[in-house]
């Protein structure tokens, strides 16, 4: 196989590192790219950035987004990002090698730079999927922890100090069988009940019985949110006020 020049090296390296600088850039802020230079964004609707959506979900719950918790969110994200960074790099390299040594055996004429293109261009659907899973995943996170610090503080303001939450699902072909096992009840369409405590903060595993902050999958649709005393569902599945005291979560506990 022929091997690489550092300069060639070099080449390959910062081509892909100014891909995933603009992505960070666009998806998870200046700040993310760790040092004070001056971004030029051309993005339309910063809206769906992970910043966007987390202060949006808070915005929901009549509050301001904890930006310590943002911080922690957006360095999480920018971890995992520089990660398929480098697994990039290592395909790129692979697939500019491997070209260049067939095009030297077959007495094909070429350059770095043509040869580079296509290999990005090659590369570029497998890291479009890898980033696509990333952004997704911590973005439903974002979302899904700025509207727990609301239905803490609202909880908290009327007294409760572990909230009873659901998920609220999206009832189409997409709906996958674990949402449905842990976000519903056994009639399909009854939203089921947790306490806020019993929910994970970390990422679910399939099979394991406790739904997650997190979501449950990739590409996950479902929404906390939660349920306060007096309240209960219809049997659509709709949220419906039913008397003063009534506990939805002991019925269904009851029940279970």
Known sequence: MQPLGNTAQDIISRKVDELFER?????????????KRI????WADPVL??????????ALEGLRGDEHTLETLVKLASGFLDGARERTKAQ???????????AQTSG??????????GSL???LADVTRQVDTIVDAETATAKNLSLMDGITYINAHLGVEDPVVYFIVVHDNELCKECKRLHLLEDGVTPRLWLLSDVKQGYHRKGEDQPS???LHPHCRCTMATLMLGYGFTAGGMVTYVAPD????EVQQQAA
Do not use: C, M, W
Request: charged share 15%.
């Open 49 to 58: 950035s992970l910043p966007g959506v987390f202060r949006a979900a808070a």
């Open 213 to 215: 902050v997190s979501g």
């Open 121 to 123: 261009t090659k590369v």
């Open 246 to 249: 009534h506990n939805e979560y």
């Open 39 to 42: 971004v030029i964004s051309t």
């Open 23 to 35: 992505l960070k850039a666009r998806y998870l802020g200046a700040s993310a790219l760790g040092d």
């Open 108 to 117: 094909v004429e070429t350059d770095l730079q043509t040869v580079l293109g």
């Open 92 to 102: 790129v390299l692979r697939e500019v090698t491997t070209f260049l040594t067939q």
